[in-house]
């Protein structure tokens, strides 16, 4: 294996054109940011606008983006940088589950601060789901990191993009994708959300939830249960430490207790409100505003003292 | 006979004492603790409140949760293998009744168990088959048609009765406070040859169709357990092939029926301690949270006095429950033992939810509360499945008896 | 056809007490199957019923991990046999050494169609360990799996993906790794339950196994509860809604959110 290329961060991209939270760690690390980019032709155009090289697989055809783990570990693991950076996403991870299979390194993911310090990278992190956060050096090879995809860079003076000739693994065929039936949020570019919980006692009463976020401008996401278990509402409002993360203005939690699985989700939002009857759920520890009481009384008391009326 | 006191066997080395000293084990096997934790799961999932209120609102019956817990199974506990069943203890059928109940479902768990059994154990293979497609299906597979106006607790005076003739048997009489028949398909009906003058041997057990020519039914509205119904069954020359309706042995019917009686008088003190466990922890949590004179009620000694009498009792129904279960197990007699844990939980559990009724106050009698419907179906139980007095009665001969 | 489940054994994070100096305390949680874990179990179970094969269930950990309750509880869900590697030397293993155990695990197992796991454990919940093992087996291996069935030449699968559901003609081997809401798992069942104790299990030796030794480290530099969590939490009182709501406007109108 080479000595480590200490200048250089590669960034692997499943597909996906959203990369800035990618390069903006890459940058923290190395002087030279290269993308390894498995995906369409598109989606190379935009990434090679935020990087300085890019390599593209080709395209995929009908290849899963998966099928390409495997040569994606091997460019990068010729290339021996200093950092691969890689998306939370199960794309992305898959990618980076190939690099650390080669590589022999662990993933970090809950990624808080990343900064190189006596020609190490040091990575301060959450652990455990979130409960405790740990600092650590990396050594032996490249830091492999699971951040946040952030947006789809703006359109800049291309980088030239070096296709190489694709060798995915031969194992699978895309046969169909059949478009999803509910249109999908963007909760990460709200910059209010309204989030309800289990306390919800009927899916008629979400009507309740959306005069809320019609009064404040926002939009409706959910804790884990009403996605998953009850399917009130579709995969991609959940909030949690599989599902969304989001940084609003403000966010207010209704109905939803404070569990860490989802309250890792908001952590970052800049002030959050919570409105719940139980005086002691753990959401009262990790707001900064709210009210005890019940929701079939208070949200819509809310919604009046904001302007807006629910249906 | 020996009066001193025997000695105890030595200890094999000071400071250890030998695994035979210390045979009391109160923890619970893996299979119980998974057995629990399942369950749990499909309480969740299958029996939450709102489910309950809403089949006490509308006086249903909780055959949806009932067909779910025979889709996992337990609805053959203890049954024979050769019926799909698996043998079990009475210790973990308490455990589960226990729990089942604590979700605040009366009756949940166990009574139509034993009653099955009653078929499986006396039935005819058609009739073992019959019992089993309904449990199967969630329905409860038959009511059990015992008292008659005159005839409660004293049950031996019954009237009604089975003349056999020509391969035939026809009923005449009437059953009243019968629990749950009109969602069943069957009567288990006790009934007298009125030829036999011994009652012991006059009585026979009949599984008779609801929908029969000759039955008739009125509904009794009732002001506790809703979710199981309560009718009045008027028999009027009912006639039936003897080979479908007799079970078992003509002239054994309280033989055959004493057979499980101790296990359902421990599954009925199960469903108390569930039940009023329930109504104690959500008067403790009323009680902790509820603000009255700018502290919650829950600093009030006389609060903490209900509380802590409450927990001393559902503590002594507990161990009263599982020293009963494991009595059963161990083949141990029971004597009036399951006289003494039916009265002393059905009468402590009622005193539980009473006063958990009283700590939640005008809240806890509203309809929405659930306090109301455990404090109404708690009270049943002092009488449904063997009075208090008629447990007097069991077990004070028996006291006596032992001391002569 | 032989799958394996790779399942967790551990508690819930929510159970578990981080001391001040944001070390975590494990001795009061109590370990169970992972709860999105259940899921493989049952994809397993059905597909192993739909093509008479056989279900294998696996996991890895420290020494802990092998009591009868963790067997019982795992071969409960449907599994014909268990395999279980569980040394100390795994304590505060990070994904990458549990994927590389994993891999080696199936390896010996030998013969695996398929692999199923969850898409993310109870107290990491990164969703990392399904896709490292199936890099680590030099297989393909797929996320946000919704649905599996049996075809001629592997298997017919859907996931979910930003643009919809993707349906792909698979071969196996592959690792899949199935959404929590992939299908509604049954409940462990009584049977199943008793009958726990009865089914086979092997313990796998961790030395024995073919592991890659871990290339990369980290030092630990330091460890501390997580930051961002001092919020003030100003709290009014919802018994009279109105006011309450109006005292709460008027506050993020101050704090300039609204």
């Not at chain 3, 643009?163 to 792909?168: F, I, K």
Request: net charge negative; proline share 5%; charged share 20%.
């Amino acid at each position: 294996m080479n000595a480590s290329n200490a200048s250089q961060s590669w960034v692997v991209v499943a597909d996906d054109p959203a990369v800035t939270g990618l390069v903006e760690v890459a940058r923290a690390v190395a002087d030279e940011v290269v993308a390894v980019v498995v995906g369409t032709r598109a989606v190379a155009d935009t990434v090679a606008a935020a990087v300085d090289r890019v390599v593209w697989l080709g395209e995929p055809a009908t290849a899963p983006v998966e099928a390409f783990a495997p040569q994606v570990a091997q460019l990068v693991a010729d290339a021996a940088p200093s950092a691969v950076i890689g998306a939370t996403t199960p794309a992305g991870r898959a990618l980076l589950g190939a690099v650390a299979a080669r590589t022999q390194a662990p993933v970090l993911g809950g990624v808080r601060t990343v900064q190189v310090a006596d020609g190490r990278v040091v990575v301060t992190h959450a652990v455990m789901g979130g409960i405790a956060e740990r600092t650590v050096a990396v050594e032996g090879g490249p830091a492999v990191l699971a951040v946040d995809a952030g947006a789809v860079p703006a359109g800049g003076a291309a980088t030239p993009v070096a296709e190489v000739a694709g060798a995915p693994l031969d194992a699978a065929t895309v046969t169909q994708v059949r478009p999803k039936e509910r249109a999908g949020v963007d909760l990460g570019a709200a910059p209010v959300v309204v989030g309800v919980g289990r306390g919800l006692k009927a899916e008629a009463d979400l009507g309740l939830i959306r005069g809320l976020a019609a009064a404040v401008h926002g939009e409706v996401a959910c804790s884990r249960p009403l996605a998953e278990g009850v399917d009130w509402l579709p995969k991609e409002s959940y909030i949690g430490i599989s599902g969304q993360h989001v940084a609003p203005d403000l966010y207010v939690a209704v109905a939803i207790s404070g569990q860490l699985q989802h309250m890792v989700g908001v952590r970052d939002a800049k002030v959050i409100v919570a409105v719940n009857n139980d005086k002691n759920a753990p959401v009262f520890g990790q707001c900064d505003f709210g009210i005890v009481g019940d929701l079939y009384q208070v949200v819509p008391a809310l919604t009046a003292a904001l302007g807006g009326s629910h249906d | 006979m020996g009066s001193g006191r025997r000695r105890a066997p030595p200890d094999d080395d000071v400071g250890h004492i030998p695994e035979r000293h210390t045979t009391m084990d109160f923890t619970l096997t893996d299979e119980q603790e998974l057995l629990l934790s399942s369950l749990d799961e499909l309480l969740e999932r299958e029996c939450p409140e709102s489910y309950i209120a809403e089949l006490d609102l509308h006086h249903e019956s909780a055959t949806s949760f009932r067909k779910a817990l025979h889709e996992a199974g337990f609805m053959s506990l203890g049954f024979p293998e050769e019926y799909g069943g698996t043998p079990c203890d009475a210790v973990t059928l308490v455990l589960l009744a226990e729990r089942v109940c604590r979700q605040g479902l009366n009756n949940g768990f166990g009574l139509e168990l034993l009653q099955a059994m009653d078929i499986l154990e006396f039935g005819s293979e058609a009739q073992k088959q019959e019992i089993l497609g309904l449990l199967a299906n969630g329905r409860v597979p038959f009511a059990l048609g015992f008292t008659e106006p005159g005839a409660g607790s004293d049950n031996s005076a019954m009237t009604t009765s089975a003349v056999h003739h020509d391969g035939l048997v026809t009923f005449n009489g009437t059953k009243t406070l019968i629990t749950a028949a009109l969602q069943s398909k069957y009567l288990l009906v006790m009934a007298k040859n009125p030829d036999t003058e011994d009652p012991r041997k006059a009585i026979s057990m009949y599984l008779v169709p609801m929908d029969a020519p000759g039955v008739t039914t009125n509904r009794l509205e009732k002001i506790l357990w809703y979710t199981q119904d309560s009718c009045e069954i008027f028999l009027d020359d009912v006639t039936l092939p003897e080979e479908d309706c007799l079970v078992g042995v003509k002239g054994n019917g309280f033989k055959q029926l004493m057979r499980n009686f101790e296990m359902e008088r421990l599954v009925i003190a199960a469903t108390c301690l569930g039940q009023a466990q329930c109504a104690f922890d959500d008067a403790a949590a009323y009680a902790a949270q509820r603000v009255q004179f700018g502290q919650p009620i829950g600093n009030f000694q006389l609060t903490q006095l209900k509380l802590t009498d409450m927990a001393i009792k559902l503590e002594n129904m507990r161990n009263f429950v599982y020293k009963t279960a494991w009595m059963l197990d161990r083949g141990l007699p029971l004597k009036s033992q399951g006289a003494l844990c039916k009265r002393y939980c059905a009468m402590s559990g009622f005193e539980v939810a009473d006063d958990a009724l009283q700590i939640f106050g005008g809240v806890g009698v509203t309809v929405g509360a659930r306090i109301s419907r455990l404090w109404r179906d708690l009270r049943g139980h002092r009488f449904g499945g063997g009075t208090d007095e008629i447990m007097v009665h069991i077990a004070g001969r028996q006291i006596v008896k032992d001391h002569s | 056809m032989k799958i394996v489940v790779a399942y967790k054994w551990a508690p819930n994070p929510q159970d578990l007490e981080v001391r001040a100096d944001g070390t975590v305390d494990a001795s009061r949680g109590k370990p169970a199957v992972s709860e999105y874990d259940p899921v493989a179990f049952e994809l397993a179970r059905r597909l192993a019923d739909e093509t008479g094969g056989e279900v294998v269930g696996l996991t890895v950990g420290a020494a802990a991990i092998d009591t009868p309750l963790a067997r019982k509880a795992a071969l409960s869900r449907g599994l014909d046999r268990l395999v279980l590697v569980a040394d100390d030397a795994l304590v505060g293993a990070d994904s990458t050494r549990l994927a590389a155990v994993l891999a080696a695990a199936v390896r010996a197992i030998g013969d695996v169609d398929l692999v199923l796991a969850g898409d993310s454990s109870v107290d990491v919940a990164e969703g990392q360990v399904p896709l490292t093992t199936a890099a680590e087996l030099g297989w393909l291996g797929l996320g946000r799996v919704t649905a599996v069935s049996p075809a001629t030449d592997g298997l017919v699968v859907e996931r979910d993906t930003p643009a919809g559901v993707a349906v792909l003609t698979v071969r196996t081997p592959v690792v899949l790794a199935a959404t929590a809401d992939a299908v509604v798992p049954r409940v462990a069942g009584m049977k199943d339950i008793l009958a726990a104790a009865k089914k086979p299990v092997e313990v796998l030796a961790l030395a024995a196994l073919d592991v890659p030794a871990p290339a990369v480290t980290l030092a630990t530099l330091g460890t501390a509860k997580p930051s961002g969590g001092d919020r003030q939490a100003v709290l009014f009182d919802g018994a009279d809604p109105a006011a309450a709501a109006s005292q709460l406007v008027g506050a993020l109108r101050s704090a300039g959110v609204l």
